[in-house]
C-alpha cells in the first residue's frame, strides 16, 4: 500500500472512445504527477500539478487533458487516442517543501492502457 | 544530451551475491537529488533510496547503498546479498533543484533478474 491509488488498473479502448483515469493520494502531499511509460523507454513526464495549479505539461498532445480539483485528486481525461498511446500510467505524489531536495516522490501501481 | 544515462539494459546475479547498477547523470545545477526505485512486474514504483549533492557520505539503506562519485557524475546502486525479490526493473532518477523543478528525470531502467 503507497498511499496512492489508481482506477482502473487495465483499460481497454476504442481510439473514439472518451474516458477517464483516476488518482487519489492519502499523504497528506502537495503535488502529484502523471508520467507514460511505453516498451523499452524511459518514464516521460506528462503533467505537474503543484498545490492545485498546472507548473508542467511537458508537451502533452491535446488528447489528454489532466484535472486536478484538490490536492488530493488527479484525474487524466482521454479522448481519441491512438495506438501509440498505449502504455502504462503512472500517478505519483510528492510534499514540496521549500528546498528539500530529499521527498520521493510515492507512486501508484498505474493504469495499464492499450487502444484499438 | 540525455540527463540519467543507465547503460546497463539487463544484468544476472546469482542469489547471495552483490550487484552494482550503474547510473551517469548529467546537469549544470549545483543542487539536485538523485533517487532508485525499483519497478516488480507487477508494475509498482518503489522508491529505494537517496542522495543529495551535497551529502558527503554514501547513502545507505539495508541492503541498499548508493556509491556516489560526485566528480564522475555517478551514482551507482550496490544491492548486497541479493535475493530472488530483488528481480526487478530498476530506475535511477534525479531532480534538479536550482531551477525550482519539482519533477523527477528517469533513466532508461536496468532489469536485474537474481537467480538461485
Known amino acids: 500500500e503507497t498511499g496512492v491509488t489508481q482506477t482502473p488498473r487495465h483499460l481497454v479502448m476504442g481510439m473514439t472512445n472518451k474516458k477517464s483515469l483516476k488518482c487519489e493520494q492519502h499523504?497528506?502531499?502537495?503535488?502529484m504527477y502523471w508520467y507514460k511509460q511505453s516498451a523499452k523507454k524511459p518514464l516521460e513526464l506528462m503533467f505537474v500539478?503543484?498545490?492545485?495549479?498546472?507548473?508542467e505539461n511537458n508537451s502533452v498532445p491535446s488528447r489528454f487533458s489532466p484535472e486536478c480539483p484538490n490536492s488530493s485528486h488527479l484525474f487524466l481525461h482521454l479522448h481519441t487516442l491512438q495506438p501509440e498511446d498505449s502504455a502504462l500510467y503512472l500517478c505519483?505524489?510528492?510534499?514540496?517543501?521549500?528546498?528539500?531536495?530529499?521527498?520521493?516522490?510515492?507512486f501508484g501501481d498505474g493504469t495499464r492502457l492499450s487502444i484499438l | 544530451a540525455q540527463k540519467i544515462t543507465q547503460t546497463q539494459p539487463g544484468m544476472f546475479v546469482q542469489e547471495k551475491e552483490a550487484v552494482t547498477l550503474d547510473c551517469t547523470y548529467d546537469t549544470s545545477d549545483q543542487s539536485y537529488g538523485l533517487f532508485w526505485y525499483k519497478q516488480p512486474s507487477s508494475g509498482e514504483m518503489i522508491f529505494l533510496i537517496y542522495?543529495?549533492?551535497?551529502?558527503?557520505q554514501n547513502a545507505t539503506e539495508g541492503r541498499y547503498s548508493l556509491n556516489f562519485q560526485k566528480a564522475r557524475k555517478s551514482a551507482n546502486l550496490v544491492i548486497s546479498a541479493s535475493q530472488l525479490g530483488d528481480s526487478a526493473m530498476y530506475f535511477c532518477a534525479m531532480r534538479e533543484m536550482d531551477t525550482g523543478r519539482r519533477a523527477l528525470t528517469f533513466g532508461s531502467g536496468t532489469r536485474l533478474q537474481v537467480q538461485p
Open positions: 505519483a505524489s510528492s510534499q514540496v517543501t521549500g528546498q528539500r531536495m530529499n521527498q520521493p516522490q510515492h
Open positions: 499523504l497528506g502531499h502537495n503535488a
Open positions: 500539478y503543484n498545490f492545485k495549479e498546472q507548473t
Open positions: 542522495q543529495g549533492s551535497y551529502d558527503e
